[in-house]
């Protein structure tokens, strides 16, 4: 894990620790901003400001597994100023997921059916945009 964080190419050393306080108030004007346009409510906006938070930290798990036992880095979003909001986001993603991939298959095998199904012939490409929708857009290929 060392290595992986001494890698110069990869990461640099801030000069400017985070100061959590200013990234909760920087997160609360925009989480402002979204409310004020309409993207989220009252509550939804009280619910996701962050309040007693604290800096992410890293620590390692030993691959026991491997050889001279190397640590797999892990990074704690726990109590991070963006946790609720990384969280509200993934859960909006996630709707988007299921709505794009209508038959996608789970990591145990099972098939999970989305909210819109488009019945497609062997060799037509269906184009899910909002004008090609309009239109009735399925392409043969």
């Known amino acids: 894990m060392f290595e992986i964080l001494n890698e110069t190419q990869k990461f ?8 959590v306080q200013e990234v909760e108030k920087e997160i609360c004007r925009r989480l402002e901003r ?3 346009n309409g993207v ?14 604290r800096t992410p930290h890293m620590y390692g798990l030993p691959k026991t597994h491997k050889p001279n036992v190397p640590l797999r880095p892990i990074m ?3 109590n991070a100023p963006q946790h609720k909001l990384a969280r509200w986001l993934a859960d909006l993603l996630e709707q988007v997921r299921k709505q794009f991939t209508p038959n996608c298959r789970n990591d145990d095998g099972t098939e999970e059916d989305g ?7 062997r060799g037509q490409l269906v184009n899910n945009d909002e004008e090609a929708s309009n239109s009735g857009c399925i392409q043969d290929l």
Do not use: E
Request: with cysteine; proline share 9%; net charge negative.
């Open 12 to 19: 640099l050393l801030d000069d400017n620790p985070d100061n």
């Open 40 to 53: 989220m409510s009252v509550d939804q906006c009280r619910l996701m400001k962050p309040v007693d938070t």
């Open 76 to 78: 704690s979003m726990c």
């Open 34 to 36: 979204l409310r004020i």
């Open 115 to 121: 909210v819109f199904r488009t019945p497609v012939s």
